[in-house]
């Protein structure tokens, strides 16, 4: 049944059909909605602007669109486009059926396993918002929705802010964010890095996740935010020593010793497997075995032009990838020399494996997320075909793809095989029959 409260035609400018409500929120509500153009079903957000202007609240609102324009990532609700009329703003954006991640915490705790694998996906957001001097400001478990598929979705990012907001002093000044999630010198009002205050509130969630209930609890708001700034809970007794390990350093009040993102993703609660421990890349599922990898002819294929085809497959942009593969007719040593080479041009620290099985690189310049470093895998998956993967283990991005793109890649250039070659890899031409 279409919608008709709040002067909201059943068709919306002729091209969405309005269904029922799905949710509400203070200048906002929810609708399902289907494109009658492409059949696409999607959430139409409707704001009142008369409620957000009295409110003076329309340069969040504007925030918010320019935010989620950035921010196009598959952990991030995907905003397809925004439309207006004289006294309301449409937000057209993507469907996500399987609710909020807070109403399974209400249940009760969650496996250990399956935590870590909500948790690294919003890493994961959280990592690629930061990269683009976005700051969320306001995660916590109804903020995060669920797809169909139990995929974790950040959403909400009203609050957010852009490091174009930085004051003077480098800082963030607005006090906002919800209390139980809150970071303390957030609430100390001297200042605060928006990165690391999305880390505090990452680390109260992952607790949540574990324990079913919030580490800083009590019914008076002023102390309960007492035990925030003195970092003042204590982990369930069933909590794994490596989650309690990490849960701490996310929770440090003092947000100069606080861990960073990059020690997150490298710490060893984080990198455990879970049971669905596989790799998806361009529709391709890779299972790592033993530093071998069982490529079929389109692995063969979307190397067969030196520097992967990926964008044959996918519609994601080349500019947030984090990782690179091609493949060569040369020795794994040979593809050791020239990346330390590359290496020792850049000024970087090199750390190698005494197998010529994996290389890294560390930049020794302080970029904008620390130092930059990069990991190369090597693996031998013919007699003459070794296939090389590079991918960014610390750092910006942004930087690691400039990297690629101004040194990496126009060095290797000579070394990678395409198929141009005129003698193939052996093994490689019965795969591609």
Partial sequence: MAAKDDGINGVLHGK???????????????????NLQTGRNVAMKVVAKEKVIKAGMMEHLKREISVMKMVNHPNIVELHEVMASKSKVYFVMELVRGGELFSKIEKGKLREDVARSYFQQLISAVDFCHSRGVYHRDLKPENLLLDDEGNLKVTDFGLSAFSDHLRHDGLLHTTCGTPAYVAPEV?????YDGAKADIWSCGVILYVLLAGFLPFQDENVVAMYRKIYRGDFRCPPW???DARRLITKLLDPNPDCRITISKIIESSWFKKQTPKSFMFENDIIIQKRNKTETLNAFHIISLSEGFDLSPLFEEKKREEKEEMRFATTKSPETVVAKLESVATEMKFTVDKTGDESSLRMKGNEIGRKGRLGIMAEIWAVAPSLVVVEVKKSSGDTLEYNQFCSKQLRPALKDIVWTSGDESSPAGVVGCIN
Avoid: D, N
């Avoid at 609430?187 to 200042?191: A, D, E, F, S, V």
């Fill in 16 to 34: 969405y059909e309005l269904g029922r409500q799905l949710g509400h929120g203070t200048f906002a509500k929810v609708y399902h909605a289907r």
């Fill in 187 to 191: 609430i100390g009002k001297k200042g």
């Fill in 239 to 241: 909590f794994s020593s």
